[in-house]
Nanobody, 120 residues
Framework: QVQLVESGGGLVQPGGSLRLSCAAS????????MGWYRQYAGKERELVAQ???????NYADSVKGRFTVSRDNARCTVYLQMNSLKPEDTAVYYC??????????????WGQGTQVTVSS
């Protein structure tokens, strides 16, 4: 099993910044896409940003120009730098990693979620 550990959420004022991290572990052989999703109360989980194994990125329109996704392949870690935060960014953020262990196929793995609250 692949484990994902998220960190970096919290409370920030509008206009502020936060950096989320998600580290994967567990005898990983290969990682494909890595990304971040968020979920508002009572809503479906939605894509925020993702990055492929070759570094190609994709962002939700609502965060373009404010959020940056990056990855450190040596550390099996994905990051989300969030700047110019708005109250509507308040949600639970989840990382997702598409990875495989030796002898296995690729699976989707999810982090436990971290709360981001943007409020004055």
């Amino acid at each position: 099993q692949v484990q994902l550990v998220e960190s970096g959420g919290g409370l920030v004022q509008p206009g502020g910044s936060l950096r989320l991290s998600c580290a994967a572990s567990g005898s990983i052989f290969s990682i494909n896409d890595m990304g971040w999703y968020r979920q508002y109360a009572g809503k479906e989980r939605e894509l925020v940003a993702q990055i492929t194994d070759s570094g190609v990125t994709n962002y939700a329109d609502s965060v373009k120009g404010r959020f940056t996704v990056s990855r450190d392949n040596a550390r099996c870690t994905v990051y989300l730098q969030m700047n110019s935060l708005k109250p509507e960014d308040t949600a639970v953020y989840y990382c997702k990693v598409i990875a495989r262990r030796i002898g296995e196929q690729f699976y989707d793995y999810w982090g436990q979620g971290t709360q981001v609250t943007v409020s004055s």
